[in-house]
């Protein structure tokens, strides 16, 4: 995390940038389907992971160096969840079992990244801090909901990885403009702590037991942005950098 930082700061050290820039403003949401990634949960044939989906929505304040490199900060509050089929047959009279279970969390994401603008369309990458605010999880075999502060201690509460995303500008004006996209995000923190694993996370049914693979959050998600460009600096002739604001 701390080397893309700093590779992120000796890139912009390194560009050429013109004598005039600016700050922008803007509004974000972002929906679309939200994944597990466990290897043993994958390899197990009486588990699936379901297609779920969930959004977020937050702000980001860009500086941008120039028509083609911004430097931006996301604040996101976001929510993840991942629904699982599972089945088991009944040892004591053979009967066979379907049921669904499932685990999530809100969050709140802080995301720097570095993006590159050209020919009306962007690309952005850059580490994200995430911290998780709630959990829940529930087993339609268990017939319970656990409570959300209980389920804190059974993940660990502060995830670190990687977004990147493409997209383009659709419409605006001189210093107003809407964008769409894409966005992944990819957590390379385990999700699930010690007392989780211990408790059969992520499964977290009766019929699981043994240690399972270390769990990723990964979303692939829809992302739409209204930027509004705030204020531009200008250097004045006595050396001095004034904001002035459109």
Known sequence: MKKLVFALIVFLNTVQISAQSWVDLGLKGQWGPTFLYNQSIFDDGHYNNKLTTKGGFGFKVGYNFNDKHELTFDFMINSFQQDFDYNFTDTLDDSFHSHISSIGYKSLDYILMYRNNSNGSYFEIGP????????NRTDDFLSSTTDSNFDLDKVNTLQTGIV????????GTDNFGVTGGF??????????????????????????????????????????????????L??????????IFF
């Open 183 to 232: 966005r992944i995000s990819y957590m390379f923190s385990d999700l699930i702590s010690t007392n989780g694993y211990n408790a059969n996370y992520p499964k977290g049914n009766l019929m699981s037991t043994g240690q399972t693979s270390a769990s990723h959050p990964l979303m692939v998600q829809l992302v739409f942005e209204a930027n509004l460009d705030f204020a531009y």
């Open 234 to 243: 200008a250097h004045a002739k006595c050396g001095r950098t004034k904001m």
């Open 128 to 135: 994200v801090i995430s911290t998780i605010r709630s959990v």
């Open 164 to 171: 990147f995303g493409f997209g383009s500008y659709f419409v």
